[in-house]
């Protein structure tokens, strides 16, 4: 579109300043125009570098959107230095280092402007300028959005920014704008980036989305006030302070975050209020350092999509919530470190996968008036010097309401636990902490657990209702006053068989909380068997030829082995540790335990017991408590065999701040300074474990040979109900083998095939069902009791 004209009307008040008059292009125009005056520019395209000096109206026809360019081929467009109204125009620059459009001074009105370009930045405002923008879009895919620097203000109104290369929307060098009902969306940096002391935004009713990295950015003494404004659809963290950053967040709504929604350091401070916070990938609060302080006042955090607390609180920092709901998450507050406290009143939490609220590393958290509901533990006090106070907190459907562990001593006052699954309160492994006027009511284990000696103190507490007790000590330790139960008995006293109990229960920390799912399985054949009368044994072992190859060619090596070096000669090193791969009901596990048993008959191991670990069990929650769990196993299967199921999950694909790698980094160091103590055997799907040993070839160095087991056959799985069927005192009919035979061949073998699993499921199945028919018969004999008719058969799923 070629250059068109540019009327100016003259509003002037002398006689002879009141006419119009046209000009061929826009630098006449403003030359000739004074304050006050009107340049309407017709459509086309100029290509000046214009500067607006006067307090005129430079606009475009109205109604008719990109009609009027401006753009020259370098330098910025248009410059306004004075308290003009621009209207209606498109700009495009094309000078990297300079803006489309440069505010410089006074209070300009600018007004449905298109900014389209590849600038530095798209609007900039600097210096003394407060322009008021209404309407404007800013497309700029080569650099910041809209940029105010240098002290400058200004409103912003219904502007958008629709693309930006860097930030969406930049404040730095002491500036102050305002936006009200703006849009910032796919931008490259941050959507809101403030920074540098003195620097301000606030925000009403804006909406930050499809950001290529965090959404809103704080740093370097910087403020910003954001009220009923929606953050989603970030890369990276939803909100980050940084370095004595200042928010306030009213109203507003973070949400489809794959990190943090919201994450402050460096003695940043946060206030929120009336806020939700949802569907987050990692914590919804991230709170890290001295200093550094989160307000949180009626505000939801929900909804999780991860695997990581809502609330993190660590390294010295505060957060405070009040009057707050948590829910819907794997934890919902984790407090560690020492100097890190967690204030935490009139709320409620609920629906926690795991523990509702942690505290350990020497942290405290106090609780007032709040209610968990619905977590497999309410509250966890977990080491020494861990504390602080829950008092008036009631608990309610959780496995177990409160645990103190390790020398952690907190004040309970008050508290009432109603229906855990396995106790109200736990305390073990040298756990202190003071009960005052507690209560549990309709526990499904005990009330109150005491183990190991711990010198809990409780007084005034009451249980009811506790279906194995109100009271429950191993050990002579805790100093019990006023105390009171629904049982005759009230406090039971120590029972030495009880002591015994606990002894074997509480081995580990995972393994001390009653009635948790045993996570760390133990085996301890006694290994007076010889290697010969074991291998017996594993021969026995339904199908698995291969496998039985290959432990019966390892014995052989370590036995000869052992008698060279009895004869004085060298023997050859042979590995010990082994990678088994193949698919869940394989006999891996029971292939462990025979192998443990072998090199304890051989003398190669003191006892050949077997440990069974997973991720679970060896993972923590928290930078350290990792290599703790996994020192606590390995030394668990001293003088024995630790078998670790799904190994491949401690190398998850997508890591990112997984702590998965830290149990590896442990495993591998104590298997090479403890090379003869313990076997360690990693187990689990094919694929996954070649993947597991390729991406951490420390690990692949450690193992001497990969065994794999394949899956049972038809045949093979009819062995293994024969097998149980003879174990149990039944028989299999005629036909019925045939029937299993064919059952097994058409039975689909996907994910949830179980393969041995399956084939004793199998055999469960049809035991049930025999039971179901024989019981409607008047008169049974024996054929009746013990035979397995095709009838008997499960559907096929």
């Given at each position: 579109m070629a250059q068109g004209t540019v009327q100016v009307t003259h509003t002037g008040t002398s006689r002879w300043r009141r006419r119009t008059g046209e000009y061929a292009s826009l630098a006449a125009a403003l030359e000739a125009a004074g304050d006050g005056?009107?340049?309407?520019?017709?459509?086309?395209?100029?290509?000046?570098?214009?500067?607006?000096?006067?307090?005129?109206?430079?606009?475009?026809?109205?109604?008719?959107?990109?009609?009027?360019?401006?753009?020259?081929?370098?330098?910025?467009?248009?410059?306004?230095?004075a308290s003009a109204v621009v209207q209606d125009l498109q700009l495009e620059g094309q000078d990297a280092a300079a803006p489309a459009l440069l505010v410089e001074d006074g209070a300009p009105e600018l007004v449905d402007l298109r900014i389209v370009t590849r600038s530095a930045s798209g609007l900039e405002v600097r210096g003394g300028a407060r322009p008021t923008v209404r309407r404007c879009t800013v497309d700029n895919p080569a650099g910041v959005g809209i940029a105010v620097l240098d002290g400058a203000g200004g409103v912003f109104e219904e502007c958008e920014v629709v693309a930006a290369g860097q930030a969406g929307v930049a404040v730095r060098g002491g500036a102050h704008p305002r936006l009200e009902r703006c849009r910032v969306h796919h931008a490259s940096g941050a959507g809101?980036?403030?920074?540098?002391?003195?620097?301000?935004?606030?925000?009403?009713?804006?909406?930050?989305?499809?950001?290529?990295?965090?959404?809103?950015?704080?740093?370097?003494?910087?403020?910003?006030?954001l009220t009923d404004c929606d953050v989603h659809r970030t890369t990276a963290d939803g909100v980050t302070l940084d370095t004595d950053a200042v928010l306030t967040l009213a109203d507003c709504r973070l949400h489809d975050i794959p990190e943090n929604a919201v994450d402050l350091r460096s003695r940043s401070v946060l206030t929120l209020t009336r806020s939700t916070v949802s569907r987050f990938g990692r914590n919804g609060l991230s709170v890290w350092d001295p200093g550094t302080r989160v307000d949180a006042n009626q505000c939801e955090i929900h909804d999780s999509t991860g695997d990581y607390p809502a609330v993190w609180v660590s390294d010295g920092a505060t957060a405070v919530l009040n009057s707050c709901r948590v829910h819907d998450v794997p934890d919902a507050l984790f407090v560690l470190d020492r100097g890190s406290r967690a204030d935490v009143v009139d709320s409620d939490i609920s629906q926690v996968r795991n523990t509702a609220v942690s505290v350990s590393d020497g942290a405290t958290a106090q609780l007032d008036d709040c209610r968990i509901r619905e977590a497999a533990t309410g509250a966890w006090f977990r080491d020494h010097g861990s504390g602080g106070t829950l008092s008036g907190v009631t608990i309610d459907s959780a496995q177990t309401g409160v645990i103190v562990t390790k020398g952690a001593d907190p004040s309970i006052e008050r508290c009432t636990v109603t229906s855990p699954a396995e106790a109200g309160f736990y305390v073990s492994a040298e756990g202190r902490g003071s009960f005052h006027g507690c209560r549990v009511t309709g526990s499904s284990g005990y009330g109150f657990h005491v183990i190991d000696g711990c010198r809990t103190t409780l007084r005034k507490c009451r249980t009811e209702r506790c279906a194995r007790g109100g009271y429950e000590f191993s050990e002579d330790g805790p100093q019990v006053e006023d105390c009171t139960s629904d049982e005759s008995a009230g406090v039971r006293p120590v029972v030495q068989e009880a002591a015994v109990q606990t002894a074997t229960q509480s081995a580990g920390l995972l393994g001390s909380i009653p009635g948790q799912r045993t996570t760390q399985q133990e085996d301890s054949p006694e290994p007076t068997r010889t290697s010969k009368a074991v291998l017996g044994e594993l021969d026995k072992l339904v199908g698995l030829e291969s496998v039985k190859r290959e432990v019966r060619a390892l014995t052989d090596m370590i036995e000869v082995g052992r008698k060279r070096?009895?004869?004085?000669?060298?023997?050859?090193?042979?590995?010990?540790?082994?990678?088994?791969?193949?698919?869940?009901?394989?006999?891996?596990?029971?292939?462990?335990?025979?192998?443990?048993?072998?090199?304890?008959?051989?003398?190669?191991?003191?006892q050949g017991h077997l440990v069974e670990v997973s991720r679970v069990d060896l993972v923590g929650e928290h930078i350290g408590s990792t290599a703790i769990r996994t020192q606590e196993a390995f030394d668990k299967a001293r003088g024995g065999v630790l078998f670790i199921d799904e190994a491949y999950a401690l190398s998850p694909e997508d890591s990112g701040r997984d702590f998965g790698r830290e149990a590896i980094d442990t495993l591998v160091k104590l298997m090479e300074d403890h090379r003869e103590a313990v076997v360690v055997i990693v187990a689990g799907y094919t694929a996954e474990m070649e993947r597991f040993l390729s991406v951490n070839p420390g690990v692949a160095s450690r193992f001497s040979r990969t065994i794999t087991f394949g899956d049972y056959t038809p045949e093979e799985l009819l062995d293994i109900v024969e097998q149980q069927a003879e174990e149990h005192e039944y028989r299999l009919a005629s036909g019925t083998g045939e029937a299993l035979l064919k059952y097994f061949t058409v039975l689909p073998k996907g994910a949830a095939f179980g393969n041995g699993r399956t084939a004793r499921q199998t055999f469960e199945a049809m035991v049930e069902r025999h039971a179901g028919r024989v019981a409607r018969i008047d008169e049974v004999n024996t054929d009746d009791l013990t035979l397995l008719y095709p009838e008997d058969l499960p559907e096929l799923p």
């Open positions: 005056d009107v340049l309407t520019v017709a459509p086309g395209t100029y290509r000046e570098n214009l500067v607006v000096v006067r307090a005129v109206t430079l606009r475009g026809p109205e109604g008719s959107p990109g009609s009027v360019r401006l753009a020259p081929a370098d330098g910025v467009p248009l410059t306004v230095r809101l980036s403030v920074t540098g002391e003195n620097s301000a935004l606030e925000a009403l009713g804006c909406e930050i989305y499809e950001i290529k990295g965090a959404g809103i950015q704080i740093t370097s003494r910087a403020t910003a006030h070096q009895q004869a004085g000669l060298k023997a050859a090193s042979a590995r010990r540790h082994l990678v088994f791969t193949g698919s869940p009901g394989t006999g891996k596990t029971t292939v462990a335990r025979l192998y443990g048993e072998i090199l304890a008959s051989l003398g190669v191991l003191e």
